[in-house]
């Protein structure tokens, strides 16, 4: 066996399950692109959070990267669901969450994370920021904190947002 | 899967200098790379040039279909602008979902400063009553200013800011001329 660290390839990332949440066509477009040329084996699209909910307990999917506004449900309330699905029942209470959005204020990052986001990356999107951000979110073992209501990371962490360039 | 009952530094600050409630568990959950890969999986794991190359050469395909629709979305936009004023709330949802977009996606085709412009549209509608739409000045300036960005790639930064310098005074300047007579 070798000892070398695992590579971030194609032949990696063609094991995972991607659900894309997000309700802009283009957007829609650039994600699931960008997600195939990492060679993600299989991306499924829900075009807000209501359906990206009944997609999560149906696909089973191994990471989520959502939009935050949408309607009728937007990511975070999704996001919200999730976590509180918590243990046992949900498809995979573990799934991290990338959150994708255009609002860039310390608020709206607090307010992510407090719904139990895992990452949250500002627009606009960069190759460099998803393929890091995919890449950290695969590789680091999490801490999770679980409570009869909630099961994610804790809402007490401090959480930076990811811009491209940084 | 590890599962303890004691504090963890990864839980926050007031974790560690609490008593954690008994009902409060803390788990660490292995990574999807162990639990892919098993024994396999060798930490940490390595970037590879390869895929960032790929995807960069995907954005780049990408690029000219979005700068066609990018310059329809504007035409939109500056045909927008007149209903919202009247009160066409069809067109305010259809002029801030466009400007929506482009500033999530203008940056990443390589037109940030049409991203920057539609960003200041944004959070300018994010706030806007019905007075302001009626008024219909601030958005205007914002259309003709994302129009202008995209007809002159090349403009100096430095006109840039003072342009959105600008409509910032502007912005305030209108609301605080209604203020003021209100």
């Known amino acids: 066996m070798s000892n070398e660290p695992t590579r971030?390839?194609?032949?990696?990332?063609?094991r995972l399950k991607v659900l894309v949440v997000e309700d802009s066509a283009e957007m829609q477009r650039l994600l699931t692109a960008l997600l195939a040329s990492m060679g993600i084996g299989h991306v499924v699209v829900a075009l807000d959070g209501e359906r990206g909910l009944a997609a999560f307990?149906?696909?089973c999917p191994d990471i989520i990267i959502t939009d935050?506004?949408?309607?009728?449900m937007d990511g975070f309330e999704m996001t919200r669901r999730i976590r509180a699905s918590g243990a046992g029942l949900a498809a995979n209470p573990d799934v991290p969450i990338l959150m994708i959005s255009g609002h860039a204020g310390r608020e709206n990052v607090a307010y992510a994370r407090d719904q139990g986001v895992t990452d949250y990356l500002v627009k606009p999107l960069s190759a460099e920021m998803l393929y890091e951000a995919i890449v950290a979110t695969v590789s680091r073992p999490v801490h999770f904190v679980e409570t009869p209501d909630y099961r994610g990371p804790s809402p007490r962490r401090t959480l930076d947002a990811r811009r491209a360039g940084n | 899967m590890e599962q303890r009952n004691i504090t963890s530094r990864l839980a926050g600050r007031d974790a560690v200098t609490g008593e954690t409630p008994p009902d409060v568990r803390f788990i660490r959950v292995p990574s999807i790379a162990e639990r892919k890969l098993g024994a396999d999986y060798v930490a940490p794991m390595r970037l590879d040039p390869r895929v960032l190359d790929q995807m960069q050469?995907?954005?780049?395909t990408l690029e000219?279909?979005?700068?066609?629709?990018l310059s329809a979305q504007i035409s939109m936009l500056q045909l927008l602008v007149e209903p919202s004023a009247k009160g066409d709330t069809e067109a305010?949802?259809?002029l801030y979902s466009l400007s929506h977009d482009m500033r999530g996606l203008a940056g990443t085709f390589g037109f940030p400063l049409v991203g920057r412009f539609a960003d200041s549209l944004c959070r300018y509608i994010e706030h806007c009553d019905d007075e302001d739409w009626r008024d219909g000045s601030v958005l205007r300036f914002h259309v003709d200013?994302?129009?202008?960005a995209i007809d002159n790639p090349g403009t100096d930064p430095a006109i840039t800011m003072e342009t959105l310098n600008a409509l910032?005074?502007?912005?305030?300047?209108?609301?605080g001329n209604r203020k003021m007579a209100g």
């Open chain 1, 8 to 14: 971030a390839d194609a032949d990696f990332f063609r």
């Open chain 2, 92 to 94: 305010r949802s259809r």
């Open chain 2, 168 to 175: 910032e005074r502007l912005i305030k300047a209108t609301r």
């Open chain 2, 57 to 60: 050469s995907t954005i780049r």
């Open chain 2, 64 to 69: 000219t279909k979005y700068a066609e629709a």
């Open chain 1, 57 to 59: 307990h149906s696909e």
């Open chain 1, 68 to 72: 935050g506004a949408m309607t009728p």
């Open chain 2, 145 to 148: 200013a994302i129009r202008d």
